[in-house]
């Protein structure tokens, strides 16, 4: 990844586990965002229109987030990448990192890591 907008730190509730308890309550996930940009036009001219906006990305992912009921953080991810990847066309790639604090004892948190490109076939 060359240059990139972040989003870190993002935390949000949402439906997530396996667990029959885990489907009744909304539980706390923390989102990292990396999305592969090029920041050179809007650097260059100091013009936020030439920006990608990580604004209205957050608020996209908090969309998707608190409305999901995923089982796994794994599909919670591909569905962020997904999003990301549909509705901004400044990112041509996204690294997407969900973490679930708490969920193992002594961990601080788990969760996954992934990254998509935009037109790269998945299977």
């Known amino acids: 990844m060359r240059d990139a907008v ?16 885990e489907r009744q309550v909304m539980q706390k996930v923390r989102i990292d965002l990396a999305m592969e940009a090029d920041c050179c036009p809007a650097g260059v001219a100091d013009d936020p229109t030439l920006a990608l906006d ?3 990305v957050s608020k996209r992912v908090q969309q998707l987030v608190e409305g999901s009921a995923f ?12 999003g990301i990847l549909a509705d901004f066309a400044g990112a041509a790639a ?3 990192r969900v973490a679930k604090p708490g ?4 961990a601080e ?10 037109g790269e ?3």
Request: glycine share 6%; with cysteine.
């Open 54 to 56: 990580y604004k209205a």
């Open 109 to 118: 948190a788990v969760g996954v890591e992934i990254e998509r490109r935009r």
């Open 94 to 96: 996204v690294r997407v």
């Open 6 to 21: 972040f989003v870190q730190g993002l935390e949000l509730y949402c439906v997530i586990g396996l667990q029959p308890w």
């Open 103 to 106: 969920a193992v004892r002594f």
């Open 121 to 123: 076939p998945r299977a």
């Open 71 to 82: 089982q796994l953080v794994e599909a919670l991810a591909e569905a962020i990448a997904a």
